[in-house]
Structure formats: C-alpha cells, structure tokens
Nanobody, 123 residues
Framework: QVHLVESGGGSVQPGGSLRLSCAQS????????MGWFRQAPGKEREFVAA????????SYEDSAEGRFTITRDNDKNMVYLQMNALKPEDTAVYYC????????????????WGQGTQVTVSS
C-alpha cells in the first residue's frame, strides 16, 4: 500500500507562487511515476503534471507548461510542484497520485491518491 500526503496549499494573489509537496510512504518510491492533478468546484479532475520514476521525463498540461515545474527527490520520497505566475483559474484542490512504472496523463491509470490540498488564487 502506498500512502501519499500533500502539503503546501494556501491562498495567494494572482501572479504569486506556491510550492506543493507530496510525501510518499509504504513502498519503494522509485518504482512509481508521480502525477499532480487538480479539481475545481463543479469540474472534473484534470491532469496538471507528471514525472517519471527517475525524474528524467516530465509532462505538463498546456496551461501549466512554463509556469509549473514538477520535481522529485527519490532519497526523500518526495515529489514537488512549483507553481509560479498563478492565475485565478488555477484555484482548485490539488492531488498527488502514484502509479507503477510509467508516466501517464490519465487519472484512471493512477492507483494511489493523496487527500488533496487547497490552492486559492484571488485578489
């Protein structure tokens, strides 16, 4: 069983930055590709970013490309999402997710999920 815990959410003004963290426990971290997803009120959960097991490959949703950066530290069993130039439309609950082996943008392919952390971007 893999256990994921997100942190780092909060409220920020447009143009500001936040860094989300996700701590993994329970299984060998470098066996899992990791992803960040988000869900805004009244909307479906959507892909934000994903990173390969070794950190050598990443993928971003179009609106996140160039503003968000996903990284991981396999020694600390952590994955991060650095979010810059935040916009009101980035407001959502952000979820960390894990799936064995291969990177994916499809939420249905992720087996383990954290409880989520709220990000609110508002002036």
């Amino acid at each position: 069983q893999v256990h994921l815990v997100e942190s780092g959410g909060g409220s920020v003004q447009p143009g500001g930055s936040l860094r989300l963290s996700c701590a993994q426990s329970g299984r060998t971290f470098n066996l899992y590709a990791m992803g960040w997803f988000r869900q805004a009120p009244g909307k479906e959960r959507e892909f934000v970013a994903a990173i390969a097991r070794t950190g050598g490959g990443t993928s971003y949703e179009d609106s996140a490309e160039g503003r968000f950066t996903i990284t991981r530290d396999n020694d600390k069993n952590m994955v991060y999402l650095q979010m810059n130039a935040l916009k009101p439309e980035d407001t959502a609950v952000y979820y960390c997710a894990a799936r064995p082996w291969y990177i994916s943008e499809d939420s249905a392919k992720y087996e383990y999920w954290g409880q989520g952390t709220q990000v609110t971007v508002s002036s």
